[in-house]
């Protein structure tokens, strides 16, 4: 069982004690026992909890203790030399010592901190959704805090009591999902000095990464990939449309104030090619346009003042889809974790004059609040 998991026992089981301390004001023999035996379980999980708090700080000094190794070790001149030769397939022989430090368990090499600089460069260039959310580096499952119910406070009269409320909190867990895949290259480009290798693979590793990781952080459902905002978001009380096909200006703006104030400021619509030349039609009644073809400071067109971002990933509009998402995307975190591995395979494309470069990451991604995005969506 999990410490999230022990945590949230041990507050059913404290709320369970308040309420059978509330209702018995006189106790006999059955409600003590009865009394006792909670007090017992409530200990029980207090115990577990610090056992299993002692168990996670161990895990995460020696994960830390490894990491540090490798890291150090991936990144010196010698190494980054050898993955170098590595890659372009020269001989390895003087450099295997070096080598080593950096295999991981499916075979390939860690690849250098520099290289993998140049890669998330390049793919957060290509990544409309990398653009505009929150992402970490982590060596390790990550538990990221988050808000719940605010306290409530009211007016005293001056010799009034204070009313007591709860502020609560939770957590999501960031955790790992695997990707990956092979990159054919031919034997000729390889032996092309012109051609600067390091960067063509850079963009071809990005371009890969880019391609399973979009449509996952759009709409992944959480099963072997992340969770997509798309997913996450639902429609507030006045965000889906009369229509099944189409949207209104006004509905538009009811979409837009079913987010709340304090995620307006900072959010984003997103939307498909299909949903935004849709809207771009849309008038008032005066006959202008309602979509602003003005750009943002980043180039981007924007939609009553907000800054749009295309995601073909996303649904069109149609019966019961949700084909408009607006969000403030600080709070879709991505988390990249641990290490990028590449490895060579010489033979197994050779009689096509081929080599293969296979290579994984893992990375996980989904909305922290899910209050900071709102969906809108066509009547089913």
Known sequence: MTLEQLMALRAE??????????????MGEAETVSYTKMEAEFEKLNRDIKIAKTENKLADEVDEVVVAKVDSAVNQIEYVSAFDNYLAGKDLTEARNAMTVGTDADGGYIVPESYQKTVVMKLNDMSATRGISTVIGTDSTRNIPTEGDAPTFAWIDESGSYGETKSTFGTKQLGAYKLGGIIKVSEELLQDNMINFDSYMAGQIARGIDKAEAPAFATGNGTGKPTGYAVTATAGTNST???????????????????????????????????????????????????????????????????????????????GKKFIVIGDFSYFQIADRGAMSIQRLNELYAGTGMVGFKVHKRVDAKVIIPEAFNAGANKA
Not at 243 to 249: D, E, I, K, N, R
């Open 241 to 319: 449309t009369a229509s099944s096909t189409a949207v209104t200006a006004d509905e538009l703006i009811d979409i837009f104030y079913d987010l709340k104030k304090e995620y307006r400021k900072n959010a984003t619509w997103r939307m498909t090619d299909k949903t935004e030349k849709a809207i771009r039609k849309l008038k008032n009644t005066d006959g202008d346009y309602i979509y602003d073809a003005s750009l943002d400071s980043v180039g981007r067109p924007s939609l009553l003042g907000r800054p749009i971002e295309i995601d073909n990933y996303m649904d069109d509009m149609g019966a």
């Open 13 to 26: 089981k404290l709320s369970e004690m308040k309420a059978f301390n509330e209702a018995h004001a006189e």
